[in-house]
């Protein structure tokens, strides 16, 4: 056999990336019918929601991937879920969904809140990184906050005892303590992180955080191989402003858990490119990471320049959680060359380009 084909059969079945570095050197072994497509809720929300959530489905289309969503016209200000949405959820799965508006005080309880409690999605995660080509304020920034997602301040236990005083009950229990302690552990294990950090005020609210404080310690002792620390909130903020660069993955209460995974985004790039989501044992919601219930500007709404990205991103993490991997590759590695290149930013990233030029420059670098 000639040299000439012997490099031939050597390269064979080797995909590269434009850079010239291989991106394809395992395949992925579906199991059989893995290839059908499947059905997506989807709630497109308020202000600038159906722009980002147009975004994806337009990306979806290009990349031809083997999904197709279900909408639901749901908004912020209903008094409950519209009827069919959790039917629709439960049956498939999975749900993409744009930012509901939560009108402040007036007594209208928060359709954000109500979905996760319930589909008992118990978990939030959001992941915080440096995407490279885009200035932030620290480099070497990847951080996942874990966030107990059902109970705290969240708890909506509030009443006035009597004119002029309100109570307002912080919830704590031992099994969601253990249950969001113990998906924190098992992602730094199954994603080789190397460290777990959990945040708390037990020095002040000593029962209630240091139950949760408690719960992630016994759960630290099996896994030995990952480093478990503890840090005061306040503490946390600063050192987070400070020192990015040491945290992994963190593990929180869910009012702080807001807070962390807000003040992470910023530092990282911006709340508009940090993907996440919402899991718990039978369901998941994807949607934009950090201020995810922040629908944006009315001027952004109109203008149509509202980033994408962070939905977008979000959608690649959907796409792995139905086992679709190869296509979630195809569409974070499009949005991260759109960012490394700078030609087509939305302006909080410093350009002028509008929602529809994002995708359209996400499609044309699609693989």
Do not use: W
Request: net charge neutral; glycine share 8%; proline share 5%.
């Amino acid at each position: 056999m000639s040299r000439q084909s012997l490099s031939l059969l050597k390269n064979l079945g080797r995909i590269t990336s434009r850079s010239g570095i291989q991106t394809r050197s395992v395949t992925y072994m579906p199991r059989p019918g893995d290839g059908k497509p499947r059905p997506v809720t989807l709630i497109p929300g308020d202000g600038i929601g159906p722009l980002v959530t147009n975004a994806v489905e337009q990306v979806m289309e290009a990349m031809h991937a083997p999904v197709y969503f279900e909408p639901f016209d749901v908004h912020g200000d209903m008094k409950s879920l519209p009827e069919g949405l959790l039917e629709s959820i439960k049956k498939n799965k999975v749900c993409l969904k744009g930012g509901l508006k939560t009108p402040v005080g007036g007594g209208v309880s928060s359709l954000n809140v109500n979905l996760r409690k319930e589909l008992d999605l118990f978990a939030s995660l959001v992941n915080c990184f440096n995407l490279p080509g885009l200035a932030s304020r620290h480099e070497n920034v990847d951080i996942v906050v874990i966030r107990e997602n059902t109970e705290g301040e969240y708890a909506g236990l509030e009443h006035e005892v009597v004119p002029g005083v309100v109570e307002s009950l912080k919830v704590i229990t031992k099994f969601c303590s253990e249950r969001i302690a113990k998906y924190a552990f098992e992602y730094a294990y199954l994603n080789n992180r190397k460290k777990v950090t959990a945040v708390h005020k037990a020095n002040i609210m000593k029962l209630a955080d240091g139950l949760f404080l408690e719960s992630c310690q016994e759960v630290a002792k099996k896994y030995p191989s990952i480093a478990y620390n503890e840090i005061i909130v306040d503490n946390c903020c600063m050192q987070l402003v400070a020192r990015p660069e040491q945290f992994d993955v963190m593990v929180t209460p869910n009012l702080y858990g807001n807070l962390v995974a807000n003040t992470a985004a910023g530092i990282a790039g911006g709340t508009g490119v940090m993907p996440g989501g919402n899991v718990g044992a039978d369901y998941a919601v994807f949607e934009q990471g950090a201020s995810a219930g922040n629908v944006g500007k009315d001027t952004t709404e109109e203008q149509k320049n509202a980033n994408p990205v962070a939905l977008l991103l979000s959608s690649a993490m959907m796409l792995r959680h139905l086992q679709f991997p190869s296509f979630a590759d195809r569409l974070e590695t499009s949005v991260k060359r759109v960012i490394a290149e700078g030609k087509c930013r939305t302006e909080d990233l410093g350009g002028n380009s509008t929602t529809q030029e994002v995708v359209d420059a996400v499609i044309a670098n699609l693989d």
